[in-house]
């Protein structure tokens, strides 16, 4: 069975990785490698292929940046080329992102089974353009691979049947497991001058964090107050670096605020273990804190993974900056950490995918 698995951003990769690794040891599915090239700057995608010793990508799209419509409509446009010529068996998707939908739009209309990994998540916020991804995704899904039980529960309430859902656990844990003693040996921490549990790592890269001048100027004065009461170290994302750039007047300096170009993955799941305190608007963080036992703050209003806060390694605390500052020294004040890890986060989910998979192509 030949299976296109696509990847195109950041968060895909580790995603990939675990699935490609089994169907190469069990030989029954043929993946094949695409990259839609979302992400193309050397730390946002190449470290992250040698990190995870991803193969070479089959066919790689080149699409780039450019608005929604513009990139998701490029990477249609050429993945319809590859499944087209490719005449794959089935789509593998993964995660939230525009080529998740995209590649999941060209699946469905040529009748190619998709599968989409990380189904179900919501965060009932449309004004995320991850949301729009992963409902249509989700809606044109022959195999929803679910991460927890809420997942479940949404898919079922938008009419998903129960034979297209299935609960496997969270494939991005098996990655953190996998590679959790190959980033021991990273050097992240004393490259940067950190110790191992006195420091924040930070990462903003939401739209609706980061666009704004004026709620991201509030977020980073609150990060530079903080970094009076420890160093904070802060790998900055392409889209975030724009705007701190452009800025005017200019962000204050503080020395114990770090501003760090992007990192590879072992670094930053390195980097991640030992923070006292992770600062992040990012999904993927949320859950990797949850397995870490690390003390999460997350900068937005909702989350599409609630199960991270009923944990309790995870907080909610918009983008006030006072609000951020309390939780944060709540955080330092407090010596007690959160060790429980949801049902299935437990680094076997891509051998259960593969389960799934071969009873259906057999
Ligand atoms: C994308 C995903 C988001 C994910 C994030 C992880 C969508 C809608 N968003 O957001 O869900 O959390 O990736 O990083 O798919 N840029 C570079 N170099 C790169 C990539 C991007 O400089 O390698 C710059 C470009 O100026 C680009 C901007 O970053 O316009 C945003 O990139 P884009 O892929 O549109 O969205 P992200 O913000 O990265």
Known sequence: MKAAIVVGARPNFMKAAPLIREFKRREKVFPLLIHTGQHYDENMSRIFFEDLELPEPDTYLGVGSGTHAEQTGKIMIAFEEVVR???QDLIIVVGDVNSTLACSIVGAKLLVPVAHVEAGLRSFDLTMPEE?????????????????????????????????????????????LFYLKKAAGSSVLEHLGLEAGSYALVTLHRPSNVDDPETF????????????????????????RKMIDAADPPFRNNPHLRLIEPIGYLDFIKAMKYAR??????????????????????????????ITIEIGTNVLVGTDGQKILA????????????????????????????????????
């Not at 608007?281 to 609630?306: A, F, K």
């Open 217 to 240: 100027r509030g977020i980073y004065d609150a990060l530079i107050e903080l970094s009076d009461s420890l160093p904070i170290v802060f790998p900055v994302h392409p889209r975030t």
């Open 85 to 87: 010529r490719g005449r």
């Open 327 to 362: 939780e944060a020294r709540k955080v330092l004040g407090s010596g007690t950490r959160q060790h429980n890890i949801p049902p299935l986060w437990d680094g076997e989910t891509a051998g259960r995918i593969a389960d799934v998979l071969e009873k259906q192509f057999p």
């Open 132 to 176: 729009i991804n992963r409902m249509v995704t989700d809606v044109l899904s022959r195999f929803c691979f679910t991460t927890c039980h809420d997942a479940n529960e949404n898919l079922r309430r938008e009419g998903i049947s129960e034979d297209r859902i299935f609960f496997v656990g969270n494939i991005m844990i098996d990655s953190l």
């Open 277 to 306: 305190l992770v600062v992040t608007d990012s999904g993927g963080i949320q859950e990797e804190t949850t397995v870490l036992s690390v003390p999460c703050l997350t900068v937005r209003n909702n989350t599409e993974r609630p």
